[in-house]
């Protein structure tokens, strides 16, 4: 399997390649999500006044004056610091600042230059990539405050004052920031990915199998729960095709969601599925079914993605001959609203089944984005009918006219009827059921809706 990292592929940049890369940077706490927030125009990262917030790379779409380009928010960088969080985050923006064409160094006028503002400079002038010097929270318009003065001595250039909350500067700051990207080439489109969610609560793996998956350290590995706060993008291209994989925040109770931040995660999570295609349902085997683990599911069921229940950790699992058909049988009860899903068996941590966990992505993407024709959807429909005859309600019999399929993702189907409430749940279950048999459908839900007609007199 040959997975290409996200970061070589941004860094070796062809006539074919598309956006150029801006990667914004600093110590913590000096405005950077907000900044971020601000240039895409939409809440992407996690904005709090606690340090450290932002711990992974988190990438946006942004333009300027018809450029169109990468932006990546990055956790603070603390030179010195010895705590494995902060550590870890500084390896994190190192890698960032390793594939962006050009880096925002956002500080803060308020606290004017620390220590940490020059080594972080200096850091930066060494990397030997384009830098424009933003001094964030200047707040008042006109006259740039004494203390905005100071940051020339970073070595940088010349500053830009931004207000990131109010978006004053910002303007200014990306005239400066497109004057350094690479030459352009002509656009060509990009091929279509498949996007994959992995969710699941707090330490069932998730992050240990986008890093296994792509190769590289790409999210924060640790075992603390909830080490990863924010969706994060990785994208892989292998002999299966071209995916984008979501890593997703544990997702908890909400009755255990204490503080703001872990809030916004839960949020966050729930737009990663929504932008998913495919959703990974990670399970620890070790620790085996929870309630929780229904919750988390019945996100993605409820948006109609492609799923795959992946069991992790099953080599820490004591297995004999019985093992893994006892354990799956126990899955398919716990997860009976949700049968039609396909379980795996993986280990992120040894690379078990992952090449058949691709193979499983591209199957039932596909069954999700699956399209049937009226005619044979009919043909299933009168089969079925004359097998199983409609229910009946006080003499009257439910008719269905015919049924015909309205869009994908999820398959949906509608169905024309004499009378909705005739049209029970079992018998729906009953008439899709059928078209699972013949057609597969295999990962994906489908939806249903009841249309009365009026019969003619």
């Known amino acids: 399997?040959?997975?290409?990292?996200?970061?070589?592929?941004?860094?070796?940049?062809?006539?074919?390649?598309?956006?150029?890369?801006?990667?914004?940077?600093?110590?913590?706490?000096?405005?950077?999500?907000?900044?971020?927030?601000?240039?895409?125009?939409?809440?992407?990262?996690?904005?709090?006044?606690?340090?450290?917030?932002?711990?992974?790379?988190?990438?946006?779409?942004?333009?300027w004056l018809n450029k169109s380009f990468l932006l990546i928010d990055?956790?603070?960088?603390?030179?010195?610091?010895?705590?494995?969080?902060?550590s870890q985050m500084r390896r994190q923006a190192q890698l960032a600042i390793d594939s962006a064409?050009?880096?925002?160094?956002?500080?803060?006028?308020?606290?004017?230059?620390?220590?940490?503002?020059e080594e972080v400079a200096s850091m930066l002038i060494k990397s030997g990539k384009p830098v424009v010097l933003c001094v964030n929270k200047c707040d008042t318009i006109g006259e740039a405050p004494l203390e905005f003065y100071e940051f020339y001595n970073l070595g940088l250039?010349?500053?830009?004052?931004?207000?990131?909350?109010?978006?004053?500067?910002?303007?200014?700051?990306?005239?400066?920031?497109?004057?350094?990207?690479?030459?352009?080439?002509?656009?060509?489109?990009?091929?279509?990915?498949?996007?994959?969610?992995?969710?699941?609560?707090?330490?069932?793996?998730?992050?240990?199998?986008?890093?296994?998956i792509a190769g590289e350290e790409r999210v924060i590995v640790s075992d603390i729960a909830g080490t990863t706060r924010d969706a994060t993008d990785t994208i892989v291209e292998n002999k299966y095709g071209k995916f984008v994989?979501?890593?997703?925040?544990?997702?908890?109770?909400?009755?255990?969601?204490?503080?703001?931040?872990?809030?916004?995660?839960?949020?966050?999570?729930?737009?990663?599925?929504?932008?998913?295609?495919?959703?990974?349902?990670?399970?620890?085997?070790?620790?085996?079914?929870?309630?929780?683990?229904?919750?988390?599911?019945?996100?993605?069921?409820?948006?109609?993605?492609g799923c795959i229940i992946a069991v992790n950790k099953w080599d820490a699992v004591e297995k004999d001959g019985k093992t893994m058909d006892s354990y799956r049988k126990g899955l398919m009860d716990d997860f009976a609203f949700m049968s039609y899903a396909p379980i795996i068996f993986i280990s992120a941590k040894t690379g078990q089944r992952l090449d058949r966990l691709f193979e499983l992505i591209k199957f039932v993407d596909s069954q999700n984005a699956m399209r049937i024709s009226t005619g044979k959807l009919n043909d299933i429909l009168a089969e079925a009918t004359a097998r199983v005859q409609p229910p009946t309600d006080k003499g009257r019999r439910l008719k269905i006219y015919?049924?015909?399929?309205?869009?994908?993702?999820?398959?949906?189907?509608?169905?024309?009827v004499n009378r909705k409430d005739l049209f029970h749940y079992s018998y729906q279950r009953y008439i899709d059921n059928r078209i699972r048999e013949v057609f597969g459908l295999e990962g994906t839900p489908t939806h249903i809706v009841i249309r009365e007609r009026e019969q003619k007199k």
């Open 157 to 212: 250039g010349e500053p830009v004052q931004v207000s990131s909350v109010h978006g004053h500067g910002t303007g200014d700051l990306l005239d400066v920031v497109i004057k350094h990207f690479p030459q352009e080439t002509d656009e060509q489109e990009e091929d279509e990915y498949i996007k994959v969610a992995i969710i699941g609560k707090p330490n069932v793996g998730k992050s240990s199998l986008v890093n296994a």
């Open 245 to 305: 994989f979501i890593d997703t925040a544990g997702l908890r109770r909400k009755s255990r969601v204490y503080d703001e931040i872990e809030k916004y995660s839960v949020i966050r999570a729930r737009m990663a599925v929504e932008r998913a295609q495919v959703c990974i349902i990670m399970i620890d085997a070790v620790e085996g079914f929870t309630e929780q683990d229904s919750k988390v599911a019945g996100i993605a069921h409820e948006l109609g993605k």
């Open 74 to 86: 990055t956790g603070g960088i603390e030179p010195f610091s010895n705590d494995v969080i902060l």
């Open 402 to 416: 015919y049924m015909t399929q309205a869009s994908t993702r999820p398959p949906t189907f509608v169905f024309f």
């Open 101 to 117: 064409d050009v880096i925002i160094l956002v500080t803060d006028v308020r606290t004017g230059v620390v220590a940490n503002d």
């Open 1 to 63: 399997m040959r997975a290409e990292n996200f970061s070589k592929q941004l860094s070796e940049r062809s006539d074919s390649v598309s956006k150029p890369v801006v990667a914004i940077v600093g110590r913590p706490n000096v405005g950077k999500s907000t900044l971020f927030n601000k240039l895409v125009g939409s809440r992407l990262s996690i904005v709090d006044d606690t340090p450290g917030v932002t711990r992974d790379r988190i990438y946006g779409d942004c333009e």
